[in-house]
C-alpha cells in the first residue's frame, strides 16, 4: 500500500526536493504552498516519478485552511501517513529594522505553520494510532546568528514546541511519532525571494547543501521516526557542538562575520519583490533549487553517521583505542 504524505511548503526548496523523492517511492503526496505554478511543478514532479499527486493551495499561517487542506488529503487517498512540515518565510535585516507586522507574518508561516499542520495530522493520525510528523528544522534553531532574529526565533520555537508535544505522546503510549529534522544551509530559492534590507544579496551561510540532501535525510528520518531528531549537514554538528561549548565566543565571531558571511556585492534592485505577504511562484515555477548550485554539496559524510550512528560510535571508539595504542607503542620504543 502506498503511503500518503503531506509536505507544507511543496513549491519550492526542501518541500519541492522531499515531494519528488517521495513520489520515487510511488506515493500519494498531497502538496502545501501559496504559489501554484510552484505547486504545479512540483505536482508534474511527483506524477513523472511514479507518484500520485494533490496540490492544495495553501497559507500555513490560517489554521482553518491547513486542517481543510488535511480533510482533502484524507479523502483523496485515506488517511495520512507521513506530514512534513516545511513551509517557511523570513525577513534579513536587523531586529531595529524589522516591522511589527513583518515579524508577526515570520513567526505566524514559519512557528504557527508547523503548529497548524502538526495540529491537523494529530488530528487524522492518533485516531488511528499511527502516523510521522516530521518537523524540518535548521541549525539557526540551536544557534542563532545576526540578521535573521525572526526565523531564528521561530525554528528555537519549533524545537520547544515540539519536544513538550513528544513527551505528551510518549506518556500517552501514542503510536504517533514526531522527529525534527535539522538542516544546515540548502540552496532553495528563499534567497532570492526574501524581504531583505542589507546592502548585499541575501545568501545562506557556507557551506551550502542541495536540497536532494536535505530530503534524503527526511526520507529516512520517515523510516526511522524514534529518535527525537536528525543532524544534516558537518557544518550543522559544528555549529551545535560550538555553541554547547563555546557560546560566548560564537557570539563574539558572528557578530564580526555574520554579516558580511549572509551577503554577496551589491543588491541590483533595492525594490525587489518578496514573498513576506504574496508568493513568488505564484505565476511562475522556480524549482527546489535556488542561485548557488555552483557552490552546492551534494552529499555529505553526515548522512551517513546520522543513519548509522551505533556503527559510527563504535568506529569512532576503535580509531581512539588505535591511536592509544600507537601512541604508547611509541612511548614504549623510546
Not at 503531506?6 to 517521495?22: K, L, N, Q
Not at 506530514?83 to 523570513?90: A, R
Not at 546520522?306 to 581512539?320: D, F, K, T
Request: proline share 5%; hydrophobic share 40%.
Amino acid at each position: 500500500m502506498s503511503q500518503s504524505v503531506v509536505i507544507t511548503g511543496a513549491s519550492a526548496g526542501i518541500g519541492r526536493a522531499v515531494a519528488r523523492a517521495f513520489g520515487e517511492r510511488g506515493a500519494d503526496v498531497t502538496l502545501l504552498a501559496r504559489g501554484r505554478a510552484g505547486l504545479d511543478g512540483a505536482a508534474r514532479e511527483v506524477e513523472a516519478a511514479g507518484g500520485r499527486a494533490l496540490a492544495v493551495p495553501t497559507d500555513v499561517s490560517d489554521h482553518r485552511a491547513v486542517e481543510a487542506a488535511a480533510d482533502e488529503a484524507v479523502h483523496a487517498f485515506g488517511r495520512i501517513d507521513v506530514w512534513v512540515n516545511c513551509g517557511f518565510t523570513s525577513v534579513f535585516a536587523p531586529f531595529t529594522e524589522i516591522e511589527p507586522e513583518e515579524y508577526e507574518r515570520v513567526t505566524q508561516v514559519t512557528y504557527l505553520g508547523f503548529v497548524n499542520g502538526t495540529r491537523a495530522a494529530l488530528k487524522h493520525m492518533r485516531p488511528r494510532d499511527a502516523g510521522t510528523v516530521i518537523q524540518v528544522g535548521s541549525a539557526l534553531g540551536e544557534r542563532s546568528i545576526p540578521l535573521q532574529s525572526a526565523y531564528c526565533g521561530a525554528k528555537h520555537a519549533i524545537n520547544g514546541f515540539t519536544s513538550s508535544l513528544r513527551t505528551e505522546l510518549m506518556h500517552q503510549g501514542s503510536g504517533v511519532r514526531v522527529t525534527v529534522v535539522q538542516m544546515p544551509a540548502v540552496n532553495t530559492p528563499q534567497f532570492s525571494w526574501v524581504l531583505s534590507r542589507v546592502r548585499g544579496n541575501p545568501q545562506p551561510v557556507p557551506p551550502i547543501y542541495q536540497p536532494e540532501v536535505a530530503a534524503e535525510a527526511v526520507l529516512h528520518a520517515a523510516d526511522h521516526p524514534g529518535r527525537k531528531q536528525y543532524y544534516v549537514g558537518s557544518s550543522t554538528v559544528a555549529t551545535i557542538v560550538a555553541n554547547k561549548f563555546a557560546a560566548g565566543l560564537l557570539d563574539r565571531y558572528l557578530a564580526r562575520t555574520g554579516f558580511d558571511s549572509q551577503q554577496s556585492g551589491d543588491a541590483s534592485d533595492t525594490d525587489r519583490e518578496n514573498n513576506l505577504w504574496q508568493p513568488e511562484d505564484d505565476a511562475t515555477d522556480h524549482g527546489a533549487h535556488g542561485t548557488f548550485d555552483q557552490e552546492s554539496h551534494r552529499r555529505d559524510p553526515q548522512l551517513w553517521v546520522s543513519r548509522h550512528p551505533a556503527l559510527a560510535a563504535v568506529m569512532a571508539a576503535g580509531a581512539a583505542s588505535g591511536a592509544t595504542a600507537l601512541r604508547r607503542r611509541a612511548t614504549r620504543g623510546r
